[in-house]
């Protein structure tokens, strides 16, 4: 049961609604149908730098592809 955030296309109030299967809301300020869901904002706060984590070419240049060989590359490998 998700809280989501909706927009009234009525009166163009924007406001979160608990959401309990294929429920439609109703503005609480003019009580419209009329609304529209909007994409929520992430709300987190992560610890790490992103030189934290390792790029994309690093760690497949320098790693097996698979844990059956020790190929650099699924073309050398016959697993």
Known sequence: ???????????????????FGDECPECPSCESDKVCRLMSRCGFKSTRSLSDFPT????????????????????????
């Open 1 to 19: 049961m998700p809280i989501y955030e909706y927009h009234c296309n009525e009166c163009g109030k924007e406001f979160e609604k608990l959401v």
């Open 56 to 79: 994309s070419s690093a760690s497949s240049s320098s790693s097996s592809s698979c844990g059956g060989c020790t190929a650099s590359s699924c073309a050398g490998c016959s697993h």
